[in-house]
């Protein structure tokens, strides 16, 4: 038994050091790729250099490093010969376009993850006493330039004292020039440059995906000169724009943004991606480039940079194209259209009458099932097509029947969640969801987690409260719920006898279950963001009431924004108030025959979905519009809570 022990120590042991000694093959392999890179980007400047010598007469000339053993230093030295080049060379639009491919394409490294123990505690605790210039911070003993006279004069000059200041410095150097020179690119190079910020947001957002970190919400650039103004209001007050060096206009959610690694970069990126959409004349652009652009504006929503009137300008031109039968039959490209108005929550209403007109007259069996799938999916979430809506929900119906034995657990979930919070509870259907939900016990993520739970409980709801006083309830096929206005339609079938008691019985078990995988933690301290308007919310009902909860969980483990009981004949009456910000509506766009185009902001299937629940377990729901919220004053803010409050009294 000892002898086991030892073993199984020793074997794990040994398996701990291969995992480091992979660990430290990689990072050594990384670096030694951003030295190769640093040394090819310097070496390309110097060509440029060469190539228009009469303009670029006085700058420094930089040898190259051979017997640098320190690749870490080695790559600093690199890019501060790069940013004072950068910062004073003169060459043309052309030359700047490809420095910025080049320079799109470095790895970013982290210095503290690569050195010691040591001088990471020190670095951290020098940032403790400097908290408002962290990027530029001077690190004792860091040695990177100390015995390289010339590039230490340069590393004080532009405040280059660490690997971070470097990568920030040059991308907005590079990126200033790109901007000024903006008029003379052609669509392929515009494509070009976009394909560079796009890899840098894929980058930015890997780099930030961390369960440590709050998740970054939407971030809503806003126009100003856009005939919608009236949907798009900009946060003010509390939640006032940020107005960074350049005046970009950035409209966030989370204050947290600004504190991330590299947000500098992302906010020069977003500025430039700006500009170019709405420079771009998309009557020049080819099906090659088209394709290429649908790809990035998919990439950029997906990511949460959003910005309307670039959106809207891009579904628009598609719309042309469709009614131009300019466009091919691509899966691909239907998938890039509509993922880009579920993730940017514009949804032009033409373009899915088109996709879905289309797909009805061609043979579907060319393309990919579960592509199909995945995209229905998303249309029946961000619209409700009426007459479609069957043709739709039928369809990922029968591809969840016809792939039962190998489908992925996540779209058969997702199914039954979407069909859930759009009000289709298919009675057909539930064994197979319970026989599934017994069956696969394996680890989950958090979020299927979630949307198992509020799909069992709307179940839940729907056979307590809808089914027993029905006639032929067992032949009940699919129950059809209106949340808005409680509309109810029962489709029947003689093939089904169902038994509901027992029926009731597996989803309440099944409820419970997940109910308590579901970890919210009711006691911590809530860190309260004073730019959320859920904040002010919670200030004005302080004034007037005793009993107010902020970001309040219930029983039934539903997070309402602000929680109010009040008390009145002996009884207390539960509202729950909820702030519904950009995310909670799309932006549904009409093109009449007559060009005239209609814009009307929808609450989407989760936000509807939510308060149905809450109705059923005696909570009066307010909610309040983020674009009629913000065009009130603090005086009329207050008017128009107290008295919406005082009318459910």
Not at 287 to 296: E, G, H, P, R, T
């Amino acid at each position: 038994m000892f002898y086991f022990n030892f073993t199984l120590q020793y074997s794990k042991r040994n398996v701990i050091n291969s995992i480091k000694r992979a660990y430290s093959n990689i990072n050594k392999n990384v670096i030694e790729k951003e030295a190769k890179k640093t040394e090819d980007i310097l070496f390309y400047i110097q060509k440029c250099i060469l190539e228009e010598n009469t303009k670029n007469r006085n700058l420094l000339c930089f040898q190259s490093i051979y017997n640098e053993k320190n690749d870490l230093r080695k790559i600093h030295l690199n890019l501060i010969k790069i940013s004072y080049l950068l910062k004073n060379i003169c060459v043309n639009e052309q030359k700047w376009l490809l420095i910025y491919e080049k320079i799109g394409n470095l790895y970013l490294l982290d210095e503290q993850i690569f050195r010691n123990k040591k001088k990471t505690i020190q670095l951290k605790s020098m940032l403790k006493n400097d908290t408002l210039n962290k990027e530029n911070t001077v690190i004792e003993n860091y040695n990177l330039c100390n015995d390289n006279i010339i590039e230490n004069e340069i590393c004080k000059k532009y405040h280059l004292f660490n690997l971070n200041s470097c990568y920030i410095f040059v991308f907005k150097i590079c990126l200033d020039n790109i901007l000024n020179y903006l008029p003379l690119y052609t669509i392929s190079n515009y494509i070009l440059i976009l394909k560079c910020c796009e890899n840098f947001y894929n980058f930015f957002f890997k780099l930030h995906k961390r369960k440590n970190l709050n998740k970054l919400n939407f971030i809503y650039i806003y126009s100003y000169n856009s005939n919608y103004k009236y949907n798009v209001k900009i946060l003010k007050n509390k939640n006032e724009i940020i107005k960074n060096e350049e005046k970009l206009n950035l409209n966030y959610y989370y204050q947290e943004l600004f504190n991330l690694k590299y947000h500098q970069i992302l906010i020069y990126n977003i500025d430039l991606t700006t500009k170019i959409l709405d420079t771009l004349n998309y009557d020049l652009i080819d099906d090659k480039n088209f394709a290429q652009l649908s790809m990035i504006i998919y990439t950029k929503t997906k990511n949460g940079l959003i910005n309307e009137k670039n959106v809207l300008k891009f579904l628009d031109y598609y719309i042309e194209k469709f009614r131009n039968n300019s466009l091919k039959y691509d899966i691909n490209e239907f998938s890039k259209i509509i993922n880009i108005m579920y993730y940017s929550k514009i949804v032009h209403y033409n373009i899915i009458l088109y996709f879905v007109h289309i797909l009805k007259k061609i043979n579907l069996s060319v393309f990919c099932k579960k592509t199909l799938f995945e995209n229905y999916l998303k249309l029946l979430r961000i619209l409700n097509l009426k007459d479609n809506n069957f043709y739709i929900y039928n369809y990922c119906k029968y591809y969840i029947l016809n792939n039962v034995a190998y489908i992925n657990l996540s779209n058969f979930y997702n199914f039954f969640f979407v069909s859930s919070i759009i009000g289709v509870f298919d009675i057909s259907l539930i064994n197979l969801y319970i026989s599934f939900l017994k069956k696969n016990k394996m680890n989950l993520k958090i979020s299927l987690k979630h949307k198992i739970y509020y799909t069992l409980l709307g179940w839940d709801i729907i056979l307590k409260n809808f089914i027993n006083n029905v006639k032929e309830k067992e032949k009940i096929e699919i129950i059809l719920l209106n949340f808005k206005n409680k509309n109810i339609h029962y489709f029947y079938s003689n093939k089904l006898y169902n038994n509901y008691s027992h029926l009731s019985f597996e989803i309440n078990h099944l409820m419970n279950i997940y109910k308590n995988k579901i970890f919210i933690e009711k006691n911590k301290k809530i860190i309260v963001n004073y730019y959320f308007n859920q904040y002010n919310i919670l200030n004005i009902l302080k004034k007037h009431f005793s009993y107010v909860v902020y970001e309040y969980i219930t029983d039934q483990k539903i997070i309402l924004d602000v929680f109010l009981k009040i008390y009145k004949n002996n009884l207390y009456k539960k509202i729950g108030i909820e702030f519904n910000g950009r995310t909670h509506y799309n932006l549904l766009v009409k093109k009449g025959n007559n060009n005239e185009i209609s814009y009307n902001m929808i609450e989407n299937h989760n936000t509807i979905h939510k308060k149905w629940l809450l109705s059923n377990f005696h909570f009066s729901i307010i909610d309040i519009p983020y674009y009629k919220w913000n065009e009130l004053n603090e005086e009329e803010k207050e008017k128009y809570l107290i008295n919406t409050i005082e009318f459910l009294k």
